[in-house]
């Protein structure tokens, strides 16, 4: 099993910067890849970006290219969302998401979630 906590979120202005931060715990030895994902009021989760733990590889959605950055510390299992040229359209709730295979078995958790809010 994986434990995700996740911190970092908060209300900020447009144009600032935050860094969210998930810590995870547990059997992460077979993990395979921790990401982000974010959903807005009255919208569907979407994907964000996320990271391949053996090699720290990492992947965004399009629309986050250039302003986010994927980041992970492996020595305190921890994975990094540095959020740059923050707009209003980036409100929503931030969650952790890793994936990890016991065998040919994937299993995933997800994190409680943290909030960002960006004032206009």
């Known amino acids: 099993q994986v434990q995700l906590v996740e911190s970092g979120g908060r209300e900020v202005q447009a144009g600032d910067s935050l860094r969210l931060s998930c810590t995870v715990s547990g059997r992460t030895l077979n993990l395979a890849t921790v990401g982000w994902f974010r959903q807005a009021p009255g919208k569907e989760r979407e994907f964000v970006s996320r990271?391949?733990?053996?090699?720290?590889?990492?992947a965004y959605a399009d629309s986050m290219k250039g302003r986010f950055t994927i980041s992970r510390d492996g020595a305190n299992n921890t994975v990094y969302l540095q959020m740059n040229n923050l707009r209003p359209e980036d409100t929503a709730v931030y969650y952790c998401n890793a994936l990890w295979y016991e065998g040919d078995t994937q299993y995933e958790k997800w994190g409680q979630g943290t909030q960002v809010t960006v004032a206009s």
């Open positions: 990271i391949t733990w053996s090699n720290s590889r990492a």
